[in-house]
């Protein structure tokens, strides 16, 4: 893996705050010239420490109050039905994270939908469906007290 330096460290910092900075605002921030960050920029863009840039959405702007967090445990862990599983939980947009894990729960997913029925209307048609589920357990967020997309590095 390549290394990074203080500045590389301090560009990366600056676009999590804010991707819509200009090349010339983050410049002025660190006391530089726009050429080296520009190229600093598209030297991590390029070897894949910036991996894109995106717009971070209200949820509940959107309609999307409620939160579930749904833990999935398959029956039985064979290769085939794990893949299975990862991709069918791939269409379903309503689910904005999946991660497979280590222990009792298989899988762990965060799930936006409008409202309870609409998250029973999801579990029931859609979610059951995959073949190979054991256990599904969902909880329900009640407030959001840390949400961040910056990855902490030193």
């Given at each position: 893996?390549?290394?990074?330096?203080?500045?590389?460290?301090?560009?990366?910092?600056?676009?999590?705050?804010?991707?819509?900075?200009?090349?010339?605002?983050?410049?002025?921030?660190?006391?530089?010239?726009?050429?080296?960050?520009?190229?600093?920029?598209?030297?991590?863009?390029?070897?894949?420490?910036?991996?894109?840039?995106?717009?971070?959405?209200?949820?509940?702007?959107?309609?999307?109050?409620?939160t579930t967090?749904?833990?999935?445990?398959?029956?039985?862990?064979?290769?085939?039905?794990?893949?299975?599983?990862?991709?069918?939980?791939?269409?379903?947009?309503?689910?904005?994270?999946?991660?497979?894990?280590?222990?009792?729960?298989?899988?762990?997913?965060?799930i936006n939908?409008?409202?309870?029925?609409?998250?029973?209307?999801?579990?029931?048609?859609?979610?059951?469906?995959?073949?190979?589920?054991?256990?599904?357990?969902?909880?329900?967020?009640?407030?959001?007290?840390?949400?961040?997309?910056?990855?902490?590095?030193?």
């Amino acid at each position: 893996m390549e290394s990074l330096d203080e500045t590389d460290k301090s560009i990366l910092r600056i676009l999590q705050k804010d991707a819509k900075k200009t090349t010339k605002e983050i410049a002025s921030e660190l006391n530089l010239t726009v050429s080296p960050v520009y190229e600093r920029i598209r030297k991590l863009e390029t070897s894949g420490f910036i991996s894109r840039y995106v717009a971070i959405l209200d949820a509940k702007m959107l309609d999307r109050k409620i939160t579930t967090i749904c833990q999935v445990s398959m029956r039985y862990h064979n290769e085939a039905f794990i893949d299975n599983f990862v991709r069918e939980i791939q269409n379903f947009e309503e689910v904005q994270e999946c991660y497979h894990m280590a222990g009792q729960v298989d899988f762990f997913l965060k799930i936006n939908v409008r409202s309870l029925e609409e998250y029973h209307d999801f579990v029931r048609y859609k979610l059951s469906k995959i073949d190979n589920i054991g256990v599904l357990n969902s909880t329900f967020v009640l407030k959001e007290i840390k949400h961040t997309s910056e990855l902490y590095f030193d």
